[in-house]
């Protein structure tokens, strides 16, 4: 895959192995009660890369499932980073890097596990020859985001030779992956001027807005929000382009955000839309869908009980805060649309543009993401499961039969 390095020759990052436990070079695992210890001479920088051989507990059981997680660390940029690879079984792990103020090292691994888990089902569900990675990026964007931080990055992502490609998430955009680009080869999610598709939420909200036409079919026989009540959750890159998809179909939209801004920015666009002060007074609004379109977790054993909408179709990633969500749902009564299905449309934007991105041929695939959304819910319904199990076992079928063909030896 074409990429515009920067001039001249350049060591790349030696990877090197921590002396104990999960945690960035130099550092001791952190938990409640430990405290990283500063690094010695020589871990200025560092890639530590655990790949998964045997599944015997300890920090494999951390990542079990998972073919590699690398630890990416650069004291002169502040760079901390985490890049997980979940499954190569049908290509390169492709997945955005996240640019976040985790908590802590330990909640910043496990979203990347669970992120990176989500995405080689997505890429299987969407029928693209790609495996699922992901990588996050600790720190606050607005005040840790620098160029050569994101350079240092771009040469970690660079060490793998093409196992991982990346692109834009939470707290990163096209201009970021520009910056990225400049030291790595595996960089998608660009912008125009650099030959990329530019921003994917376009096509992320459009892929949800046809998951959500599936589900209304489902729900109440025909294909459209037109009259139905649809709240959004988190009104900000994907958001406001799904807003804008429903206010097309003649659906009354209800938002929240944490950030008044992007409020500001919806209403103006689209005047007619109304606002709640937050996603607790939302999920107990009068709504037919709710849609949640921020951070993972948003179904958790608090919210679902005080869902009044009758289907949950949204852009964020990971919304069941834990296994059992998903039939809770259905016992309720709410037919969920899993999200690794119906918001892949980035993921597709992205894929396309490995091969020479063209918008009206990534937009005609993203429009299947109705017809699979379809085949989640007849497949749960033939097989007696939740939609979100449904989409699980069509994602591990096409990774075994295709994965099987992989045993089958083709000379170069």
């Known amino acids: 895959m074409p990429g515009n390095r920067g001039g001249g020759t350049r060591a790349e990052p030696r990877p090197t192995c921590p002396q104990r436990g999960l945690g960035f070079a130099g550092t001791a695992p952190t938990g409640p009660n430990q405290h990283p210890r500063p690094p010695s001479a020589g871990q200025g920088r560092g890639v530590s890369t655990v790949t998964q051989t045997a599944n015997r507990g300890g920090i494999f059981s951390r990542h079990s499932g998972h073919e590699q997680v690398i630890f990416c660390a650069d004291e002169a940029t502040g760079l901390k980073a985490i890049i997980a690879i979940y499954s190569t079984t049908l290509g390169p792990a492709l997945g955005g890097t996240r640019f976040y103020p985790y908590a802590s090292e330990d909640a910043a691994l496990e979203d990347v596990l669970n992120l990176s888990r989500g995405m080689a089902y997505k890429a299987a569900v969407a029928g693209l020859d790609l495996g699922g990675g992901k990588a996050v990026i600790i720190g606050d964007p607005s005040v840790d985001k620098t160029e050569t931080l994101l350079r240092a990055y771009g040469r970690f992502v660079q060490s793998l030779a093409g196992r991982y490609i990346t692109a834009c998430d939470v707290g990163t955009y096209v201009e970021d992956m520009d910056a990225v680009a400049r030291e790595c080869s595996y960089v998608t999610g660009r912008s125009a001027a650099y030959g990329g598709a530019g921003d994917s939420s376009i096509l992320t909200a459009y892929g949800v807005f046809q998951g959500m036409r599936a589900a209304a079919e489902v729900s109440w026989g025909k294909p459209t929000l037109h009259g139905r009540r649809v709240g959004v959750a988190g009104v900000g890159k994907v958001g406001h382009h799904l807003v804008g998809q429903l206010v097309g179909d003649d659906a009354t939209v209800v938002i929240t955000d944490v950030d008044p801004r992007a409020i500001d920015r919806v209403r103006e666009a689209y005047p007619t839309v109304e606002v709640v002060d937050d996603v607790d007074a939302l999920i107990r609004a009068d709504l037919d869908v709710y849609a949640p379109c921020a951070l ?108 099987r063909l992989r045993g089958l030896y083709l000379p170069r």
């Open 296 to 403: 993972g977790g948003a179904l958790d054993d608090d919210t679902v009980p005080a869902l009044t909408a009758r289907i949950v179709c949204g852009a964020a990633n990971n919304q069941l805060a834990h296994p059992g969500v998903e039939k809770t749902l259905e016992d309720r009564g709410v037919l969920y649309a899993p999200d690794y299905v119906v918001n892949s449309g980035g993921l597709i934007q992205v894929a396309e543009e490995i091969e020479g991105f063209q918008f009206e041929r990534a937009r005609t695939k993203a429009a299947r993401i109705f017809d699979t959304t379809r085949r989640v819910f007849r497949l749960a319904a033939e097989e007696g499961v939740p939609p979100a199990v449904a989409a699980d076992r069509l994602a591990e079928r096409r990774m075994a039969q295709v994965g």
